[in-house]
């Protein structure tokens, strides 16, 4: 049996992972995110994609891209989450089970970060485990395909 495809979709500034803001987002490098989602994803039988980008429309784009495809997201829509109709909508058309993933848990940070436009139209939300969050969300993915 082939291994699942699975998008794991950054927003912006996470591609600066490690250098931008160590004491909120922690010290493992964009690099290590990609290595450790994709050595999980292998031993959960799935082949995991990690992309990163600063740009909505791209993001967007990668969100229809999943839809059409009826490819698993795991996303991290950075900055976007508090605001982005536009990403919001596209993540709306998914096919696929999308679980939304925070490094910080947003309710403990500054009050404008509490909203979330994309968690009413993911399957599940995970928040506030650090790199850890990515790992739990893989695994609620597996979970969700297989159960």
């Known amino acids: 049996m082939s291994a699942r495809a699975v998008l794991v979709l950054n927003g912006p500034n996470l591609g600066r992972l490690g250098s931008r803001e160590p004491e909120v987002y922690g010290a493992t490098s964009y690099a290590g995110l990609v290595e450790t989602c994709r050595t999980l994803g292998e031993e959960l039988g799935l082949d995991v994609e990690v992309r990163e980008t600063n740009d909505e429309g791209e993001l967007i784009r990668w969100l229809h891209e999943a839809a059409d495809g009826s490819i698993p997201v795991v996303l991290n ?9 536009g990403m919001r909508d596209a993540a709306a ?6 679980i939304e993933v925070h490094i910080s848990n947003p309710y403990a940070r500054e009050e404008f970060r509490h909203t979330s436009v994309v968690a009413p139209v993911a399957t599940g939300t995970v928040a506030g485990f650090g790199i850890g969050s990515y790992r739990l969300a893989l695994r609620a993915l597996a979970d969700e395909l297989t159960g």
């Open 77 to 85: 829509p950075g900055a976007f989450t508090h605001y982005s109709y």
């Open 93 to 98: 058309q998914r096919t696929a089970p999308l």
